[in-house]
């Protein structure tokens, strides 16, 4: 599920301030640069749900709603989508804290969904527990 307001019933799994070395050649955020914080947010989840090590396997899908600017502080919240035997895809709902004419705004600035594969220490899927 993605939020359309930020979670008031939690904590994101990131948060981070996007910074003057985080842009590309033109000074806007490099869409990279959020990509790979949601992909950190994501594992976070993936590896409570898998009780243990997950790793990337497919970006589902990656929206890019708003801009960010240096200085904004991003939080990435983050929501089971589905839990399959060994993957687990998370659902990554990302917001801008920024000051708008002198007034602090939540601003809602990517949706993304990426899916997880547990695995063990031979580094080959693993069935992820029941709840």
Do not use: C
């Not at 994501?42 to 396997?57: D, I, K, M």
């Not at 659902?91 to 804290?97: G, K, L, N, P, Q």
């Amino acid at each position: 599920m993605y939020f359309e307001t930020p979670p008031g019933d939690r904590l994101p799994a990131i948060r981070t301030m996007a910074m003057p070395k985080d842009t590309n050649g033109l000074g806007d955020i490099f869409g990279g640069w959020l990509m790979s914080h949601a992909d950190m947010a994501g594992a976070v989840l993936g590896f409570q749900r898998a009780r243990g090590r997950v790793v990337t396997v497919s970006v589902n899908e990656f929206t890019f709603l708003r801009p960010v600017y240096v200085g904004d502080v991003v939080s990435f919240y983050t929501d089971v989508h589905k839990v399959g035997r060994t993957s687990v895809a998370i659902d990554i709902t990302m917001f801008s804290m920024r000051n708008t004419d002198g007034r602090e705004e939540q601003v809602r600035v990517a949706t993304a969904r990426i899916t997880y594969v547990h695995i063990g220490a031979d580094r080959l899927p693993r069935a992820i527990p029941a709840d």
